[in-house]
């Protein structure tokens, strides 16, 4: 294990017995270990070692364990102190915590004893590592890209992004319409080391037949009827970053061929040119189809489909993720509320809402609750504000109250476990928890106190003391 992934842990002390008995626990931890016989040499050691932890005396030379608590608190707030002293005094102690520090200890100390506060603020150091990165992940998928959802086929898709985000492997995403296919492709680009260069999406299902050839890799003047100047293509637009293909299956056969001598040779030769150009891109292409049927059917070359099924992304519809519908629900409804208040949802409305089967997946469902926001009267969405086609897909009518009751009941239920489930994953943090719903902190804390859902014993933000 190397010093970057240890708990970094300095003990300051003037007694060198001391210092080594520290030092020889750190180490049966596995923390990588320094030492300090005075608070002045130690805040040298902060500008270059940045402990995680520490353990000073109380009592030293000029500086003591207090003042260098305040400098360490300043300097690295992250940091957990501890003090340690040999007079007891409560009360000094006391002003310790009240300063920041973690804990104290009393000389002489058992070896178990210090063992258990050093542990307890290691494990504190690791809980805020941890939901730091996770807020920093979450922050990056929710709010650059709109990837809402706890499910755990959504969850394994973010997860694929992550491992794919540093290469330059060719990336086939597969998936129905409406699926966020697009939004996978963004989050792969901007959350990798290329995200400040260009990203160009493509849609080949759009492009005019004729112009195809000239959209994507340019044309010269004079190249054909109207080409008064020289055009750079999308694929020159994109060098050095990352061309987005949607919907692939839709090029020609011609221009399949040609994709190919690009993603092979890196080259390309725009439309009346005998010259071709250097191009460094990365492909990810997307399709509704099923391309290994196309090119058995002779509709996709089959060194092509090769070609870009380096790796393959399956996105899943809507109906394989209906988990996530409250929490897409919710996300959509803040995103369209023009009111200070969240618009809420009524449990008829979202029972409809989890009957259907959503042909048009996530996209269909944000056009569906953009049109309730509209239609709506800015409080509750209800069954009357949803699309026809939703309305017929519904059950029956519930015939008694207790009926519909129960019903409310069951989908409340729902909403209440998926909320605990997603504060499980991120440990209590209501900031991650309200990123991976999709809503806002508003929300949140409205459900969380409309369910009673108690989650103090896990809120890293308390831990954090933020």
Not at 60 to 80: A, H, Y
Not at 174 to 187: H, N
Not at 355 to 378: F, H, K, M, T
């Amino acid at each position: 294990m190397t010093d970057d992934f240890r708990i970094r842990f300095l003990i300051v002390d003037d007694q060198q017995s001391i210092r080594k008995l520290c030092i020889a626990i750190g180490n049966t931890l596995g923390f990588a270990c320094h030492e300090a016989e005075s608070a002045e040499s130690a805040l040298s050691v902060l500008e270059s070692a940045s402990p995680d932890i520490v353990l000073v005396d109380l009592r030293m030379g000029e500086m003591g364990g207090i003042e260098f608590l305040e400098s360490v608190k300043r300097l690295l707030p992250r940091t957990e102190v501890a003090i340690m002293t040999g007079y007891g005094s409560i009360e000094t102690a006391v002003q310790a915590m009240k300063l920041g520090a973690y804990d104290y200890i009393t000389k002489p100390f058992r070896v178990e004893e210090l063992k258990m506060v050093l542990q307890r603020m290691a494990d504190k150091v690791r809980l805020v590592a941890e939901n730091h990165f996770l807020r920093e992940r979450v922050n990056t998928e929710m709010e650059l890209h709109g990837i809402v959802g706890s499910s755990a086929k959504i969850q394994d898709v973010l997860r694929m992004v992550g491992r794919l985000k540093d290469t330059r492997t060719p990336v086939l995403i597969c998936g129905e319409s409406g699926t966020g296919k697009e939004l996978v492709a963004r989050a792969m680009h901007f959350r990798g080391g290329i995200s400040k260069r260009p990203f160009v999406a493509v849609d080949c299902g759009s492009l005019v037949p004729t112009l195809i050839e000239s959209e994507l890799f340019g044309h010269e003047k004079g190249a054909f009827t109207g080409a008064i100047r020289p055009k750079q293509g999308l694929f020159q637009a994109a060098n050095g970053g990352t061309i987005f293909l949607d919907e692939i299956g839709e090029l020609p056969l011609d221009l399949q061929a040609k994709l190919l001598r690009v993603l092979q040779d890196k080259l390309v030769r725009p439309v009346g040119s005998n010259h071709s150009e250097k191009v460094d891109v990365r492909v990810i292409a997307a399709t509704n189809r099923d391309l290994e049927a196309g090119y058995k059917a002779g509709t996709f070359r089959k060194d092509l489909y090769f070609r870009l099924n380096v790796v393959t992304v399956y996105l899943p519809s809507l109906r394989e993720r209906k988990s996530d519908i409250p929490s897409l629900v919710q996300h959509f409804l803040d995103r369209y509320s023009t009111n200070k208040h969240s618009i809420e949802i009524a449990p008829a409305a979202l029972h409809c809402l989890l009957q259907y089967e959503w042909p048009g997946n996530v996209r269909e469902l944000e056009n569906c609750i953009e049109r309730a926001v509209a239609l709506g009267d800015g409080e509750l969405i209800d069954v009357d504000d949803l699309p026809p086609t939703i309305q017929a897909s519904a059950p029956k009518k519930i015939a008694s109250a207790a009926a519909q009751s129960y019903d409310s009941n069951d989908l409340e239920d729902i909403e209440r476990a998926t909320i605990q489930r997603v504060f499980e994953q991120v440990h209590g943090d209501k900031l991650l928890a309200g990123k991976m719903l999709g809503i806002s902190r508003a929300t949140l804390y409205r459900k969380i106190k409309r369910y009673n859902i108690d989650i103090a014993v896990r809120d890293s933000a308390a831990v954090a003391g933020e």
